[in-house]
Each structure stands twice: as structure tokens, then as C-alpha cells.
């Protein structure tokens, strides 16, 4: 009982410091390519601009409006739970968490399957519309690809962990009145 106890908090943290990462970097990067750009000093602009030529990420770079899409679901709907889910995972034990946390996964995982299918397989070259901007090599493919996996892969650890833990399964019964 103690070790899953322990598995189940050291999860948890894990969840919660992942959520708490995300703000600043939804606020700071990724939010750059559909808010107004007077909204961010020189210097941010200029990292994203050094993270885009330096692993060469095309969606961040010139975004397309499906991927502008999945930035503006990001702000509306992702951003506001993300605080929530830092609070619930860091304070740990908060079952009403589950059905929130499912959902976030859940969109999460669709919108990586594209992005990451598009880094696979797009053809980059400056014939294609992303006029030469992108990963040629494998290795820059992969590279690419390592920057965007873990938002594949810790949603679906938190799906699977939603799903399966006994202690997010249980529901309490209500007494009657």
C-alpha cells in the first residue's frame, strides 16, 4: 500500500511540475504566432526566433492556420487548466481532477498527431509550402520531434494513470439525506 501511495504522489509531482512548466511557456512562446506582437519585448521574440532556426520548427516559424488553430484551443482551453491541474497534482489526492484531466489529455494527444506526422513525412524542401523551412536530415527530424514528444507522451501517461489508478477510479458514495 505504501509504495503505490508513493508511486501515486511521485506521479503526481510529476503531473504538477508539468502543468506549472507550461504556463510560461504558452504565455512566453508559443502564444507569440496568434497574439498581437506588441504584446512581447525584443527579447522573447528573439528566442522563439533562435528556437525556430535552431531546430528548425516550421509551425513556429511561418504557422499554418490549422496550426494557429491549435495555438487559439491552447490559450482558450488549455492555458485557464493548466494552473488548476498544477494546484490538484502538487496538492495531490484530488479526485475531481480525473474527468478534466482525461479531456485535456485526450485533446492533447490529437493535436500532437498531426504535428508530429507533418515532421515525419512533410516534404520541406522550398518546392513545398513551407518555401525550404524545416528539417531535411533525419536527425533534424528527430531533433524536432524530441521537442514536441513529451506533449504527447506525459498526456498519455496522464490518461493511462486517470484510467487505471484505483484511487482516481473510486468514486465516494454521497450520503443521503
Not at 116 to 129: E, N, T, V
Amino acid at each position: 500500500m505504501m509504495g503505490a501511495l508513493s508511486f501515486r504522489r511521485g506521479l503526481e509531482w510529476l503531473l504538477g511540475l508539468y502543468f506549472l512548466s507550461h504556463i510560461p511557456i504558452t504565455l512566453l512562446l508559443d502564444l507569440q504566432a496568434v497574439l498581437p506582437r506588441e504584446l512581447y519585448p525584443v527579447e522573447l521574440t528573439n528566442l522563439r526566433q533562435w528556437y525556430t532556426r535552431e531546430f528548425k520548427d516550421p509551425l513556429l516559424q511561418d504557422p499554418p492556420t490549422w496550426f494557429k488553430s491549435f495555438l487559439f484551443c491552447e490559450l482558450v482551453f488549455q492555458l485557464p487548466f493548466f494552473p488548476i491541474a498544477t494546484y490538484a497534482f502538487l496538492r495531490g489526492g484530488r479526485r475531481w481532477i480525473r474527468t478534466p484531466a482525461i479531456i485535456y489529455s485526450v485533446h492533447t494527444m490529437t493535436t500532437l498527431i498531426p504535428i508530429l506526422s507533418m515532421f515525419l513525412f512533410d516534404d520541406f524542401s522550398k518546392a513545398s509550402g513551407f518555401k525550404g523551412q524545416g528539417p531535411k536530415t533525419l536527425r533534424e527530424r528527430l531533433a524536432l520531434i524530441s521537442v514536441y514528444a513529451p506533449y504527447l507522451l506525459i498526456p498519455l501517461m496522464l490518461l493511462l494513470f486517470m484510467l487505471r489508478s484505483p484511487y482516481y477510479k473510486h468514486e465516494e458514495k454521497r450520503k443521503k439525506k
